[in-house]
């Protein structure tokens, strides 16, 4: 359970971030530099954008991975999900099992476009569209 809330805590921090980010954006300043990771702005239209993290305990090889969904697609009202696994090998793993549960809670809640957004760079680019027809 302490892993799901870290989990779930992370990306809320993510989200936060995320929020304030593009708040620094919108001010003029002459020494900010524009982030290249493409804002939630620039998702194409009826995206559903997806915010996801894991923890990974290197002990117990446990990991709690979660999901937090937004975006202007407002009608499918997709609830924030998290879950944990066990026997898990890495960081990495975690992170990839991460963005397949998003998918496929995505994909079962008939999302058609999905923006994922993770803070593991290794793992995917800043952000990636799906377009699922």
């Given at each position: 359970m302490e892993i799901i809330m870290k989990a779930?805590?992370?990306?809320k921090e993510w989200q936060n971030a995320q929020a304030q980010d593009v708040?620094?954006?919108?001010?003029?300043?002459?020494?900010?530099?524009?982030?290249?990771a493409p804002s939630v702005h620039e998702a194409p239209p009826h995206t559903v954008i997806c915010n996801v993290d894991a923890a990974w305990d290197v002990r117990t090889a446990n990991c709690g991975i979660g999901a937090i969904f937004?975006?202007?697609?407002?009608?499918l009202n997709l609830s924030p999900c998290s879950d944990s696994r066990s026997h898990i090998s890495s960081a990495l793993m975690a992170e990839a099992l991460a963005i397949r549960f998003a998918v496929m809670y995505a994909a079962s809640s008939n999302v058609k476009v999905l923006m994922i957004l993770s803070d593991s760079l290794s793992m995917v680019k800043p952000s990636i569209v799906w377009n699922c027809v």
């Open positions: 779930i805590s992370d990306a708040i620094l954006q919108q001010r003029p300043s002459s020494n900010h530099v524009p982030s290249s937004s975006g202007v697609n407002t009608c």
